[in-house]
């Protein structure tokens, strides 16, 4: 097999200088290359995988960060409001459950967005409405990117960005929580027992935790279990079944990067186990700085960038950044015959959030410094 990851032949840490100008230019490569309009493609409309939607987030969340950051003349917040609350808007021409419902549902992640920009209950009410209706529907799964997991989601970043919304989705949430927790431990995506970040149990288990921490303790067994099943290498296998003959995938959404994102986050709920995660997320580091600089071009779900902020803040992370800065890019991509080393790696959706290069470098470059910086659309809120 191919091998996945680069391994670059100075024995020296690379070093970054200033970043600010890689997230402007990030951000003013999004709204000149992929500007709001009122209408927009239907194959385009992915919810927070890809499009408008997920443009309109991303901004919100500079906006948030970096309130006076200026893009092509107007402040992020202006900019996620013209992705989202354009004239002629597309909310009313969705059909519910084309894309599950998890965070690539654009009816649901549309309405989530639109609510957490414009602050209005009514907003928060129609969107609950909308999560309403999938409760009942037994096929969908129970993951992040299709599933009620990334429901959960959706429910807690409306709960943290529009005030006053806590009773008009706490009920939503507890329903979802139930239903997600009766149907496992054993949940299946595609017939498949998988375990990682988009797909998997420890996903499911965060967006659980995250969204209801008093929830941890009923959990606990089923987290216990996945630190067992950690690789001699420092991953994790991608699918119970694989177990340890499988890809060896060191990306986000299966393996390592991902499991330690979400040990990072959740540990402060399980007192009993942080010894065990601290162990797990150690071994997982190493894991991704042997194997986890990827030759995908960078991005978040399964990049260099998604790897990098799983790294411990330190010259490890920065030197996996300096490999994705923008003048790397190019250079690498130029002195490469074979047309593997930074190819496109976003299944054909320009300007996905969690795929593409100038979002998902965005979002780097505003949180890399963080002690432990977070995942767009997972570990954010």
């Known amino acids: 097999m191919e091998q996945r990851y680069l391994v670059l032949d100075s024995p020296n840490f690379l070093s970054l200088g200033n970043t600010d100008g890689y997230l402007t230019a990030a951000l003013e490569d999004i709204v000149a290359n992929y500007p709001p309009r009122n209408k927009y493609p239907h194959e385009v409309l992915q919810g927070l995988w890809s499009g408008p939607t997920g443009a309109a987030y991303l901004l919100l969340?500079?906006?948030?960060?970096?309130?006076?950051?200026i893009i092509r003349g107007q402040p992020a917040e202006k900019w996620a409001r013209a992705y989202v609350m354009a004239p002629g808007s597309r909310g009313h021409n969705l059909r519910l459950g084309s894309h599950?419902?998890?965070?690539?549902?654009e009816k649901l992640?549309?309405?989530?967005?639109?609510?957490t920009v414009s602050k209005d209950l009514s907003h928060v009410r129609d969107f609950v409405s909308s999560v309403s209706?999938?409760?009942?529907?037994?096929e969908y799964p129970d993951e992040l990117l299709y599933g009620r997991a990334g429901t959960?989601?959706?429910l807690r970043m409306v709960r943290h960005w529009v005030p006053g919304s806590n009773h008009l989705v706490d009920p939503a949430i507890a329903e979802i929580s139930n239903t997600i927790m009766n149907r496992g431990p054993h949940w299946k995506w595609h017939g498949r027992r998988y375990l990682g970040a988009v797909h998997g149990d420890i996903g499911i288990l965060t967006q659980l935790v995250l969204t209801s921490p008093s929830l941890a303790p009923r959990l606990q067994p089923i987290l216990e279990r996945l630190l067992t099943i950690q690789l001699s290498d420092g991953n994790w296998p991608s699918s119970e079944e694989s177990?340890?003959?499988?890809?060896?995938?060191?990306?986000?959404?299966?393996?390592?990067?991902?499991?330690?994102?979400?040990?990072?986050?959740m540990r402060p709920h399980f007192p009993g186990l942080q010894d065990k995660i601290d162990d797990g997320i150690r071994k997982g580091r190493e894991c991704i700085w042997n194997q986890g600089l990827l030759k995908k071009e960078p991005n978040l779900c399964h990049g260099i960038f998604?790897?990098?902020l799983a790294l411990a803040h330190g010259p490890r992370r920065e030197h996996f950044l300096a490999v994705a800065t923008p003048e790397n890019v190019a250079r690498m991509k130029s002195s490469d015959s074979t047309g593997t080393v930074f190819a496109r790696a976003d299944y054909g959706r320009s300007y996905s959030a969690l795929t593409s290069y100038a979002p998902?470098?965005?979002?780097?470059?505003?949180?890399?410094?963080?002690?432990?910086?977070?995942?767009?659309?997972?570990?954010?809120v």
């Open 61 to 69: 969340q500079v906006s948030s960060i970096k309130p006076d950051l």
């Open 243 to 265: 177990g340890g003959t499988g890809k060896g995938l060191v990306q986000f959404c299966h393996g390592a990067p991902g499991f330690v994102v979400s040990l990072s986050a």
């Open 133 to 138: 209706q999938i409760l009942s529907v037994e």
């Open 306 to 308: 998604g790897n990098a």
């Open 109 to 115: 992640a549309y309405e989530a967005v639109r609510a």
């Open 100 to 105: 599950g419902c998890g965070i690539s549902d």
């Open 152 to 154: 959960l989601y959706l």
């Open 360 to 380: 998902a470098a965005a979002w780097t470059w505003l949180v890399y410094r963080e002690e432990d910086p977070k995942i767009l659309a997972y570990n954010d």
